[in-house]
């Protein structure tokens, strides 16, 4: 099969022939129709992430077919459609796991980084990793939902706010682009919160109902004047961005962080405590959090903005996304 891989730490992906995987007990093999490029794909082309052996096929945002079952599997069909996403599989006995907190697996695997991705023809998967996708969607649609989907969707549907709270979604790009489809669509009242006005338009279109310019007025001040946020949805990996908006939150608001900062964040412990107003983060969710992001997205005709391109142009279509000029995920189709 074909693949893209990245022999080693720092070096420039390849385009390589590659036997086939076959799936081992507990696991399916997956030929590959669609698989994004998240900026999360950066761990393991720069040597980010601890324990990465090398040579190592990148992508967790994989959408495909099931074509070949492992031993004790009976969960999924030759043929069927299916997702892997960041999350590829939990131990099922560490404390967390006992508690069906699967995405807290203290041995969880991450896809694409514990074991070779969907920047190839074909992938293995661990079978509790796998979301079933529905009809509805295309697979190239599909993919990006797998981490930028299901990482806005389930924090929001999480974070305690109700329908009608004000729910900022802070960013306007990969991830933000979703999470204000999914605020609205979850009867929010939707702030989109944005370095200067390009973005307005298409904002609104998404679905918001309201427009901050960053740029032209100090984001916490306009969220204060809309009534304060009960959440914040940070996409932005910017500790500027996130200290900006800690005191536009409403009482028992809360900045909900999903992108990371390479840098840590200051906050006035005082702006926190009156108000119990909090700072958190949402990781991504497990297999079944992520087919409900489809199923929602699907309801609810929520789609990412893609732009595709054919496997070979992986190392292209991954400095395209570094750019920050796609609009909004970078897809590859093998
Ligand atoms: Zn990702
Ligand atoms: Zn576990």
Redesign the pocket.
């Known amino acids: 099969m074909k693949a893209v891989r990245v022999p080693d730490a720092g070096a420039e992906f390849e385009v390589v022939d590659m036997n086939v995987p076959e799936p081992g007990p507990g696991e399916v093999r997956i030929a590959v129709e669609a698989c994004g490029i998240?900026?999360?794909?950066v761990f393991v082309k720069e040597g980010q992430f601890p324990g990465i052996d090398y040579p190592r096929v990148p992508g967790?945002?994989v959408v495909g077919r099931v074509d070949a079952i492992g031993e004790g599997v009976n969960a999924w069909d030759d043929g069927q459609r299916v997702g892997v996403g960041?999350h590829g599989g939990h131990c099922f006995s560490c404390e967390p796991c006992r508690r069906g907190d699967f995405i807290s697996c203290k041995n969880g695997q991450v896809t694409g980084i514990a074991s070779d991705g969907g920047y190839a023809e074909y992938m293995t998967a661990p079978a509790e990793a796998v979301a079933a996708v529905p009809d509805d969607l295309e697979s190239a649609a599909a993919a990006p939902l797998m981490?930028?989907g299901i990482?806005t969707y389930n924090a929001l549907r999480n974070a305690g706010a109700k329908p009608g709270d004000l729910v900022a979604v802070q960013g306007v790009g990969g991830l933000g682009h979703l999470g204000i489809q999914y605020a609205h669509a979850a009867g929010f009242e939707t702030v989109a919160v944005s370095r200067g006005t390009d973005k307005r338009d298409l904002a609104m279109d998404l679905g918001a109902d309201h427009y901050v310019d960053s740029e032209a007025e100090d984001p916490g001040e306009a969220l204060v004047e809309l009534g304060g946020a009960r959440i914040v949805l940070a996409t932005a990996p910017n500790t500027d961005a996130i200290e900006s908006v800690v005191s536009g939150l409403g009482v028992d608001g809360e900045v909900l962080a999903v992108g990371i900062p390479g840098e840590p964040v200051e906050v006035s412990v005082q702006d926190l405590v009156m108000g119990r107003r909090s700072v958190a983060g949402w990781p991504s969710g497990d297999a079944r959090d992520s087919q409900d992001t489809l199923e929602f997205s699907a309801l609810r005709d929520i789609e990412p903005m893609i732009e595709s391109y054919p496997l070979e142009e992986a190392a292209d279509a991954y400095e395209r996304m570094l750019s920050n000029d796609a609009r909004f995920r970078v897809v590859l189709e093998p």
Do not use: N, R
């Open positions: 998240c900026h999360s794909d967790h945002e960041w981490c930028a990482t």
